[in-house]
């Protein structure tokens, strides 16, 4: 005589179903996710190496104006533009403001 062998079907019930699924579903989830934050953080940079390198040159662009602007400032330019004008340099006149 042979003896049957019968398989047990375990039967799960739908909390553990569900627990199953949200188990699959993070898993499958979780690389996806780090590769897009990672992708994000990738382009911040970028655009935070890009602003970085805007502010440098607009901080370039000022000094050289800060340096044309003492250029005009100096006295022998407002003297030479003073004489160009037909005025005349006289010492006395200066009230120095402070």
């Known amino acids: 005589m042979k003896k049957k062998k019968y398989k047990k079907v375990v039967k799960m019930s739908k909390t553990e179903r569900l627990l199953y699924t949200l188990a699959i579903t993070l898993l499958l989830l979780a690389p996806i996710s780090v590769v897009f934050s990672k992708a994000t953080l990738s382009k911040l940079n970028f655009e935070v190496e890009e ?18 602007i003492d250029e005009l400032a100096s006295l022998t330019t407002v003297q030479q533009v003073a004489q160009s004008e037909g005025l005349s340099y006289n010492n006395a006149n200066i009230k120095v403001v402070r």
């Open 51 to 68: 602003k970085k390198r805007e502010i440098e040159k607009q901080q370039k662009e000022n000094d050289s104006l800060a340096m044309a």
